[in-house]
């Protein structure tokens, strides 16, 4: 039920793009950086977790969390890394409750 109910939004978004209050521009202009953000973020653990796993034994021995803390650089960076996760995080929550929102008012006024 879930997955209809958000194709007819996706539908009605598509069909009605030249109403949409986000237009293209300005959406993108809007959160381009929160979605860099979140992929410096993501490409920062992937990176950490592969050196975690990787062969250099100066991090082996330790807990899954402090072979990640180490691979990382340290405890402040582990903690820089955990609040940019939670920063991008509520900002595409946030982005995404704006087309959420939209798309609805679109429906509703139908």
Same mark, same amino acid.
């Given at each position: !039920?879930?997955?209809?109910?958000?194709?007819?939004? &996706?539908?009605?978004? #598509? $069909?009605?793009?030249?109403?949409? %209050?986000? #237009?293209? *521009? *300005?959406?993108? =202009?809007?959160?381009?950086?929160?979605? @860099?953000?979140?992929?410096?973020?993501? $490409?920062?653990? *992937? #990176?950490?977790? =592969?050196?975690? #796993?990787?062969? %250099? +034994?100066?991090? +082996?021995?330790?807990?899954?969390?402090?072979? /990640?803390?180490? &691979?990382?650089?340290? @405890?402040?960076?582990? =903690? $820089?890394?955990?609040d940019? /996760? @939670?920063?991008?995080? $509520?900002?595409? !929550? !946030? !982005?995404?409750?704006?087309?959420q929102?939209?798309?609805?008012? /679109?429906? &509703?006024?139908?």
């Amino acid at each position: !039920m879930t997955a209809t109910i958000l194709q007819a939004i &996706a539908d009605t978004v #598509k $069909e009605n793009a030249h109403d949409f %209050d986000l #237009k293209r *521009e *300005e959406f993108w =202009k809007t959160w381009t950086k929160v979605l @860099e953000a979140c992929k410096d973020n993501y $490409e920062t653990l *992937e #990176k950490a977790v =592969k050196r975690a #796993k990787g062969k %250099d +034994k100066s991090g +082996k021995g330790r807990e899954v969390w402090d072979r /990640l803390c180490w &691979a990382l650089g340290g @405890e402040d960076q582990m =903690k $820089e890394l955990e609040d940019g /996760l @939670e920063k991008s995080c $509520e900002q595409v !929550m !946030m !982005m995404h409750q704006v087309v959420q929102m939209s798309a609805i008012r /679109l429906v &509703a006024q139908r």
